[in-house]
């Protein structure tokens, strides 16, 4: 059972600012949530009771924002910050 991944046009600009080689580690390292994303997140407190929001770290500097649909099987990117910023709007 594998969760599709998809990026929201904030995810992809965030991504877009970042050097290529940072860039495609971020991604490639986001894509191994494919097969069971609920054991590298962190939920995130303050989130709508219905779809919560979590956080998933990449190496010591970078966030990734996240959403996940368990009745589709998606993963939903809703942006890729350095972790000062990650958390300032959620």
Do not use: C, W
Not at 6 to 27: C, E, G, N, W
Not at 47 to 72: C, K, M
């Amino acid at each position: 059972m594998k969760y599709r991944i998809l990026y929201t046009s904030r995810a992809r600009k965030d991504l877009r600012k970042l050097p290529d080689t940072t860039a495609r580690r971020i991604i490639r390292v986001i894509h191994t949530l494919g097969e069971d994303p609920h054991l590298q997140v962190k939920k995130l407190k303050g989130g709508a009771l219905n779809q919560p929001v979590y956080t998933f770290r990449i190496g010591l500097y970078h966030r990734a924002i996240l959403s996940i649909h368990d009745e589709v099987l998606v993963v939903h990117v809703l942006e890729t910050e350095n972790r000062k910023q990650a958390y300032r709007d959620f």
